[in-house]
T-cell receptor, first 112, second 112 residues
Framework: GQNIDQPTEMTATEGAIVQINCTYQ??????LFWYQQHAGEAPTFLSY????GLEEKGRFSSFLSRSKGYSYLLLKELQMKDSASYLC?????????????FGRGTSLIVHP | EAQVTQNPRYLITVTGKKLTVTCSQN?????MSWYRQDPGLGLRQIYY???????DKGDVPEGYKVSRKEKRNFPLILESPSPNQTSLYFC???????????FGPGTRLTVT
């Protein structure tokens, strides 16, 4: 099985930078994902990391260290609309299939 | 417009009354899956399908059935719903790059 940990809640100020951490334990790692979910809506895909290092996409970046079982999502120039839950998910290879397991999500509150 | 649709969006039913939640995608994706989302537990995978006529259990399959007779459709069947199946359900399909998932809008189910 898998164990994925991320903080339950974080707060930050508009215009600032925030880093949301995710640690995981898995036996067949095959990629880590970050999704954004606004209240009452479906999750939307943000990023994917399968190799170590930083992936940058506009204001959002995601980092992965496979040896440490660690990832973070970095949000720059925070906007009020970034207030949402951020889900870390790890894809595990089980047999011939790839199964994603989601963390419980980090609720980010951005205030003026 | 590329999308995943689910119906119904909201459903209140009684214990034991069979129900089906439909899911359809128009992106020709091979991979489809069902999740339930509960407060404090995050997203948990119920069943997934790698292709037509190929389905497999996720982490919480008990009490659910699925079928994949056509590529675009992946219905979720609750033969005898119970109150512990009250939840928010999401259908998702896999993207062309093989890793990101596109989620439907969700179905909020209440079993009394």
């Amino acid at each position: 099985g898998q164990n994925i940990d991320q903080p339950t809640e974080m707060t930050a100020t508009e215009g600032a930078i925030v880093q949301i951490n995710c640690t995981y334990q898995t036996s067949g790692f095959n990629g880590l994902f970050w999704y954004q979910q606004h209240a009452g809506e479906a999750p939307t895909f943000l990023s994917y990391n399968v190799l170590d290092g930083l992936e940058e996409k506009g204001r959002f970046s995601s980092f992965l260290s496979r040896s440490k079982g660690y990832s973070y999502l970095l949000l720059k120039e925070l906007q009020m609309k970034d207030s949402a839950s951020y889900l870390c998910a790890v894809r595990d290879q089980r047999g011939g299939s790839y199964i994603p397991t989601f963390g419980r999500g980090t609720s980010l509150i951005v205030h003026p | 417009e590329a999308q995943v649709t689910q119906n119904p969006r909201y459903l209140i039913t009684v214990t034991g009354k069979k129900l089906t939640v439909t899911c359809s995608q128009n992106m020709n994706h091979e991979y489809m899956s069902w999740y339930r989302q509960d407060p404090g537990l995050g997203l948990r995978q119920i069943y997934y399908s790698m292709n037509v006529e190929v389905t497999d259990k996720g982490d919480v399959p008990e009490g659910y059935k699925v079928s994949r007779k056509e590529k675009r459709n992946f219905p979720l069947i609750l033969e005898s719903p119970s109150p512990n199946q009250t939840s928010l359900y999401f259908c998702a399909s896999g993207g062309p790059r093989g890793y990101e998932q596109y989620f439907g809008p969700g179905t909020r189910l209440t079993v009394t």
